[in-house]
T-cell receptor, first 114, second 110 residues
Framework: DGGITQSPKYLFRKEGQNVTLSCEQNLNHDAMYWYRQDPGQGLRLIYY???????QKGDIAEGYSVSREKKESFPLTVTSAQKNPTAFYLC?????????????FGPGTRLTVL | GQQVMQIPQYQHVQEGEDFTTYCNSS?????IQWYKQRPGGHPVFLIQLVKSGEVKKQKRLTFQFGEAKKNSSLHITATQTTDVGTYFC??????????FGGGTRLMVKP
């Protein structure tokens, strides 16, 4: 069953703690993305990766970090430097160049920082 | 940087009424995509428009790309309760990433 998985679905953390969100895809896509969505808002790009071992900052990268050691995996770490981390985080992937191809989204992780 | 605006932000309609959401970009786009996000769900791709003046239909949904490739619209004929959700446009300025609009949340009263 092909697709993108994100875990966990809900995540609670104390303020000041780093937390890593998982994103795995078995679609054999080269490009992967992380977006942040706040209530009633659109999607804002955090980081993207076009190929293994390479990634680029998006519009709101401050306070976040990523890695792309494997084609299938693109984990996102929300660091304590992110001032307002509570949000819905969406991972996506695409086969073509960023911006030109359909993006397939995972189910998302709702992060709440207490 | 590139900005993509969507209006309206919210729309309540009676089931059976039509619905339209509009998308406007601050720059000329190479293509535009539309996504639907059901309440509590994740965005799902609907369609991509590439050509100036392009019109595409999917059953009751009609998508248009403006002649200047700076605006787009999604029109739903005779809405149904299954149409409920937030509709996002996402524009690509060649060489850049997709920029998502803020979305239009559609609510349908049965």
């Amino acid at each position: 069953d092909g697709g993108i998985t994100q875990s966990p679905k809900y995540l609670f953390r104390k303020e000041g703690q780093n937390v890593t969100l998982s994103c795995e895809q078995n679609l054999n896509h080269d490009a992967m993305y992380w977006y942040r969505q706040d209530p009633g808002q659109g999607l804002r790009l955090i980081y993207y990766s076009q190929i293994v071992n390479d990634f680029q900052k998006g519009d709101i990268a401050e306070g976040y970090s990523v890695s792309r050691e494997k084609k299938e995996s693109f984990p996102l770490t929300v660091t304590s430097a992110q001032k307002n981390p509570t949000a819905f985080y969406l991972c996506a992937s695409s086969s073509g160049a960023p911006g030109t191809d359909t993006q397939y989204f995972g189910p998302g992780t709702r992060l709440t920082v207490l | 940087g590139q900005q993509v605006m969507q209006i309206p932000q919210y729309q309540h309609v009676q089931e059976g009424e039509d619905f339209t959401t509009y998308c406007n970009s601050s720059t000329t786009l190479s293509n535009i995509q539309w996504y639907k996000q059901r309440p509590g769900g994740h965005p799902v791709f609907l369609i991509q428009l590439v050509k100036s003046g392009e019109v595409k239909k999917q059953k009751r949904l009609t998508f248009q790309f403006g002649e200047a490739k700076k605006n787009s619209s999604l029109h739903i004929t005779a809405t149904q309760t299954t149409d409920v959700g937030t509709y996002f446009c996402a524009g690509n300025n060649a060489g850049n990433m997709l920029t998502f609009g803020g979305g239009t949340r559609l609510m349908v009263k049965p």
